[in-house]
Antibody, heavy 117, light 107 residues
Framework: EVQLVESGGGLVQPGGSLRLSCAAS????????MHWVRQAPGKGLVWVSR????????NYADSVKGRFTISRDNAKNTLYLQMNSLRAEDTAVYYCATSTPSGLLTWGQGTLVTVSS | AIQMTQSPSSLSAYVGDRVTITCRASQDIRNDLGWYQQKPGKAPKLLISAASSLQSGVPSRFSGSGSGTDFTLTISSLQPEDFATYYCLQDYNYPLTFGGGTKVEIK
């Protein structure tokens, strides 16, 4: 079964850091580009970042550029999102998703990040 | 960044109704557009890619059309399980951008 499982969310103070993980199983993780997408409570979907299959190319939304870093460990079948200098507006459920020529095909269940003092 | 303007933001419809949701891009995105369905508390699900290609397993009552800047998602006969929020997503270039969403509710 193709599966993505996010972890690492939680409560963090403004200015703090958090690292999210996305564990992949049931498919050849190293062959897929991967994305992070977030959704603030009661709001719409917002694309955050993308990484290619080798980890050598990345893109970011302007709102997180310079603060967030996407990375991957293909040996561990895991995607990461390092989030620094967190702000209240970063509060959201964060989803990881596989990228295919058809679009964002497989999604995890999401992990909630709350930035609050 | 390309802006995706989705309308309406919400709609109420009866089971059996034909429903149309539109997305307009701020520039030409060819047919690089997908439609996603999200139910409360769940992850989004890809319904349609490349503006009009139905994903495997998605009911044929869903269809997509358009190219360039104007796109449409149509549900030909709304079913109870279709009540959800729908989003378009342009994957023409980075940063990827979603439309604001359309919440489809029961009338």
């Amino acid at each position: 079964e193709v599966q993505l499982v996010e972890s690492g969310g939680g409560l963090v103070q403004p200015g703090g850091s958090l690292r999210l993980s996305c564990a992949a199983s049931g498919f050849t993780f190293s062959s897929y580009w991967m994305h992070w997408v977030r959704q603030a409570p009661g709001k719409g979907l917002v694309w955050v970042s993308r990484i290619n299959s080798y980890g050598s190319s990345t893109n970011y939304a302007d709102s997180v550029k310079g603060r967030f870093t996407i990375s991957r460990d293909n040996a561990k079948n895991t995607l990461y999102l390092q989030m620094n200098s967190l702000r209240a507006e970063d509060t959201a459920v964060y989803y990881c998703a596989t990228s295919t020529p058809s679009g964002l095909l497989t999604w995890g269940q999401g992990t909630l990040v709350t930035v609050s003092s | 960044a390309i802006q995706m303007t989705q309308s309406p933001s919400s709609l109420s419809a009866y089971v059996g109704d034909r429903v149309t949701i539109t997305c307009r891009a701020s520039q030409d995105i060819r047919n690089d557009l997908g439609w996603y369905q999200q139910k409360p508390g769940k992850a989004p699900k890809l319904l349609i890619s490349a503006a009009s290609s139905l994903q495997s397993g998605v009911p044929s009552r869903f269809s997509g059309s358009g190219s360039g800047t104007d796109f449409t998602l149509t549900i030909s006969s709304l079913q109870p399980e279709d009540f959800a929020t729908y989003y378009c997503l342009q994957d023409y270039n980075y940063p990827l951008t979603f439309g604001g969403g359309t919440k489809v509710e029961i009338k």
